[in-house]
């Protein structure tokens, strides 16, 4: 039987979940993203459902009813539901990981039983190139998982193919700073590659370009590494935890899967620290 090119990322996320929701930056949130702290957030909550409002924002949830939104990549599912409490949408989201998919529809039987949704949300597990719902998306939404995808182009040419005329991708990731310039950047790469099976690193220009050729154009973007939080105590511990384990390189630290989280971390800190990656949301629109 051959091995799928992202069997390892179904085998990240299946290991890593639960760890994540027990001692992740966003444990008790509902979500397993980074916080951003953007002008105006004032809460550890908002701050990391910041991409959430801002997408409530941009497809003008409050003005809309039953806007149909499917989520690539959707975890847990954190997203939906935070959009589902205070909006009629009806979602639908699709993650590789069968873990996180038990994890999500046991969170959405959770908030029906509680009577805690306007909108109606949907998990499943599957991969998302071969996903599609019955009738045509309103939005897509994307959130921490396009780097993980092998192909940026097939994903952008099935999104179009989700969508209605008109409709919209938001897609948040770490994107290339620039082209890398030397060997140092290029091992900072590969750390975070190989850490956090990270599939397409690019440049957002590429991936606009990349987009356009398959029918959506890059509408608008912001830059959202200022509002990262950067150099946290855990993030300077992990960091001397990495660097002592390059010392011992013949010890099979890699068949763990919680080392591989600790060198893809480091490797993305180290990253956005230094100017090499950007921690992007980018507007696409279908054309």
Not at 86 to 113: D, M, N, P, Y
Not at 227 to 242: H, K, M, N, Q
């Amino acid at each position: 039987m051959t091995s799928s090119p992202v069997d390892d990322v179904r085998e990240y996320y299946d290991s890593n979940t639960r760890s994540f929701l027990r001692f992740g930056q966003g444990r008790g949130t509902g979500t397993i993203r980074r916080a951003i702290w953007a002008p105006g957030v004032a809460t550890r909550s908002d701050a990391f459902h910041f991409v959430d409002a801002e997408i409530a924002r941009r497809l003008e949830l409050a003005h809309a009813s039953r806007t149909r939104i499917i989520d690539l990549g959707c975890g847990i599912g954190g997203s939906l539901l935070w959009l589902a409490e205070r909006f009629e949408i009806e979602g639908v989201g699709v993650t590789l990981s069968s873990v996180q998919a038990r994890i999500g529809q046991e969170l959405v039987r959770k908030h029906q039983e509680h009577h805690q949704l306007r909108g109606h949300v949907t998990i499943a597990a599957g991969d998302i190139h071969d996903f599609a719902p019955p009738h045509a998306q309103d939005a897509a939404i994307c959130i921490e998982a396009f780097a993980l995808v092998p192909d940026a182009s097939r994903f952008f040419r099935h999104v179009k193919k989700l969508l209605r005329a008109g409709g919209h991708l938001v897609l948040v990731d770490d994107f290339l700073a620039h082209d890398l310039a030397n060997e140092a950047e290029q091992q900072i790469a590969d750390d975070f590659r190989r850490g956090w099976r990270v599939k397409t690193l690019i440049t957002i220009d590429e991936a606009a370009r990349l987009a356009r050729a398959e029918g959506l154009e890059l509408v608008d973007q912001i830059d959202l590494t200022p509002f990262l939080e950067l150099g946290r105590p855990r993030d300077i511990v992990i960091r001397y935890l990495v660097r002592t384990m390059r010392l011992f390189p013949q010890f099979p630290f890699a068949r763990l899967p919680s080392v591989g989280n600790m060198v893809g971390g480091d490797a993305l800190q180290r990253g956005l620290r230094s100017g090499t990656f950007s921690h992007r949301l980018g507007v696409f629109r279908a054309i």
